[in-house]
């Protein structure tokens, strides 16, 4: 027996669909003037943020491609539709952001012992605007961040980006003050420095829901005794939680119930008890229960939790 309160008209990323197509614009713009400004300015840091920005055009292009895919209705084999494509689309950005952050780093460390001459007023300049431009992006993708993990590795690279650029303008600033061109390289590290931690938290994340992992939050041990203590329940076994995609946690199990219940007619009240437990306390709303009785065990499976 099964009881579903999901919703499925769309997934919680589709719902920032604009916001990531306004952030990818932006980005693009932010980008070019990057390098330009770069070629002018010989900034190695304004070069490194451009390779950054990059990667993240091409993380936000494919962050939007996949909640695009992902509000696809389901159809014949794809029984949840292509929800699970905006997690694979959070595992490619993680991935961009190591790669990017790996390139920037291996650049700055080769240019130690050998700066180069930069132009530091046109790379404050750039960067100060890159860095209002971030910050844009930042606001537009700031709600959407905590709902879905697509869209949170769209904030990540944006963030990053938002480091770059205020690393970027701070080493203009030193040159411009000092003459001490090793800012720069400095400044490089920096930004590729920032990047690891954010992108593996990431990656992590989206590797979580992909070897279906409980939820965060919801603890199965907890689950177990709040289904024990639903009236009529005596048992409960092959207990499993897990995501679908962001904002889609589910839940199955099989629950053993008291002959004297399911005699009775009860069935359908303790279906619905399960499942408003489940929704009230842990926020799961898409649960499926095969609701057993007492002597049902004698035909299960030998070996289930």
């Known amino acids: 027996m099964g009881h579903d309160h999901a919703a499925h008209g769309g997934t919680v990323g589709g719902a920032h669909r604009r916001r990531l197509i306004a952030v990818l614009a932006l980005t693009l713009l932010v980008l070019v003037a990057e390098v330009v400004g770069a070629v002018l300015s010989g900034s190695l840091a304004l070069l490194a943020d451009a390779g950054h920005m990059t990667t993240d055009a091409a993380g936000i292009a494919l962050a939007l491609g996949a909640v695009t895919l992902a509000q696809r209705p389901p159809r014949g084999r794809r029984t949840f539709g292509w929800q699970r494509v905006e997690i694979l689309a959070a595992v490619a950005n993680g991935l961009l952001l190591l790669g990017v952050a790996g390139y920037v780093l291996i650049e700055a460390v080769l240019r130690i012992g050998r700066p180069a001459d930069v132009e530091p007023g046109l790379m404050m300049a750039i960067a100060a605007v890159g860095l209002v431009v971030n910050l844009v992006s930042l ?118 119930v008291s002959d004297a219940a399911l005699e009775a007619g009860h069935g359908g009240r303790v279906l619905d008890a399960l499942c408003s437990c489940l929704g009230a306390h842990f926020d799961v709303e898409h649960c499926t229960f095969q609701l057993e009785a007492e002597a049902h065990a004698d035909h299960e499976a030998p070996v289930h939790d």
Do not use: C
């Not at 992909?210 to 939820?215: I, R």
């Open 139 to 256: 606001a537009l993708l700031h709600r959407g961040r905590g709902e879905s993990l697509n869209v949170r590795g769209a904030y990540l690279e944006v963030l990053g980006d938002a480091f770059g650029s205020l690393a970027v303008l701070m080493a203009g600033v030193v040159i411009a003050t000092t003459g001490w061109t090793y800012a720069d390289t400095l400044a490089s590290l920096a930004i590729g420095v920032l990047v690891v931690p954010r992108a593996w938290r990431l990656l992590r994340e989206a590797l979580d829901v992909l070897l279906e992992a409980a939820p965060r939050g919801v603890d199965l041990d907890d689950v177990r005794s709040h289904i024990l203590g639903v009236e009529g329940v005596l048992g409960v076994h092959d207990l499993h939680a897990w995501t679908i995609t962001s904002g889609l946690p589910v839940l199955s199990a099989h629950v053993v």
